[in-house]
């Protein structure tokens, strides 16, 4: 039988996803006089906000310590002024994603793989965004550019799979994916579809019937990576959303991005990978950081992380040790962090 830990603060009641969505906390002030944090804090907030929006469901920070201003999640919401800090390495582009962005809305860079950025929002705003600099404005194609899009992917027999990739794909609304889903399913050697989300986490509700039903209806094999940091992100909601997902045959992974001051101990990561495989959820990556300006507070070693690697080996059958990656600019493939008996 499951067990979830218990709400802290009263479950916001269920609405549908649309309108939970529109009901998110964008202000720290409320943010933080929900969770009975000290005021000040709301001023720190300040400067980092105008880099980044806040952003964040009302059930996720349901799930969040009243009164703990380091909950790992509310550190993953909470602007904070070390994002203003510079260092050297951490740059807005670190993976040169606009080399790889071959028509607005397509990034092409992995080899018989490639993503669309359906859509340039999010459910919530990760400080650690890798994206958060993207320029999203340039990569809206409208319906010329999608057949522009759609014309790519027929010319290359080498492309098996299409990832849904953003933003968070799942904050556009079913007719799109749907519209999207119909072109690229009618090209024969596409095979896979893929759709990287941490909708399924941050709001549940978006995995409602009319999502299932156009994925079950499907030729495509689909795939559901989701984003998931921290086993305080898991409670009966997704569970429930994963067990729907899985009854239409929808394979479940999960990619865990590594964050300094969120999941950077052993137990953290052993908890989560237990509590993802217990809602059906295979641990897929363990990312590394990418190095984004204002994010290198997050950062963790990679002598660190090669240690935290070598535990869950130790400790985990290894079905539920995710592979500790990072992706290395123009480089067609997730590099693995390749670590060595400790
Ligand atoms: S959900 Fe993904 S794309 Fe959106 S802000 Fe978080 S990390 Fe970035």
């Not at 709301?42 to 909950?71: I, N, Y």
Request: charged share 20%.
């Amino acid at each position: 039988m499951l067990k979830f830990r218990p709400m802290k603060l009263a479950s916001p009641p269920r609405l549908s996803w649309t309108r939970a969505l529109a009901n998110a906390i964008t202000d720290p002030q409320e943010l933080i006089a929900l969770l009975r944090l000290d005021p000040h804090i709301a001023a720190e907030t300040q400067q980092a906000l105008k880099l980044f929006p806040l952003k964040v469901t009302r059930s996720f920070v349901a799930r969040m310590e009243p009164g703990d201003p380091t909950d790992p999640l509310l550190r993953q919401v909470l602007p904070i002024n070390a994002e203003l800090e510079s260092h050297s390495d951490f740059q807005t582009d670190p993976l040169n994603e606009k080399h790889a962005n071959k028509l607005p809305g397509l990034l092409h860079k992995y080899h018989g793989r490639v993503l669309l950025l359906v859509t340039g929002a999010c459910g919530i705003n990760c400080r650690f965004c890798f994206r958060r600099n993207f320029a999203y404005s340039e990569n809206n194609p409208g319906q010329i550019g999608w057949e522009e899009v759609f014309a790519y992917l027929a010319a290359d027999p080498t492309i098996e799979e299409v990832i849904f990739s953003g933003g968070d794909p799942l904050l556009a609304p079913d007719n799109h994916l749907q519209f999207l889903h119909d072109h690229i399913s009618q090209i024969k050697h596409i095979r896979r579809l893929r759709i990287h989300s941490r909708m399924p986490i941050v709001l549940p509700e978006r995995i409602d019937q009319n999502l299932l039903k156009w994925l079950a209806s499907s030729r495509l094999d689909v795939i559901l990576v989701t984003h998931c940091n921290h086993a305080n992100e898991i409670d009966q909601h997704v569970a429930h959303a994963m067990h729907a997902l899985k009854a239409i045959n929808v394979t479940l992974l999960n990619q865990t991005v590594l964050l300094h001051g969120v999941n950077d101990t052993a137990t953290d990561l052993i908890n989560l990978s237990k509590a993802l495989f217990k809602i059906g959820i295979l641990p897929y990556y363990l990312h590394m950081l990418d190095k984004v300006a204002g994010c290198a507070h997050f950062a963790v070693n990679e002598a660190d992380a090669k240690q935290l690697a070598c535990q869950l080996a130790k400790r985990l059958p290894g079905y539920l040790v995710p592979k500790l990656v990072k992706e290395v600019a123009g480089y067609p493939a997730k590099v693995p962090i390749v670590i060595e008996p400790i």
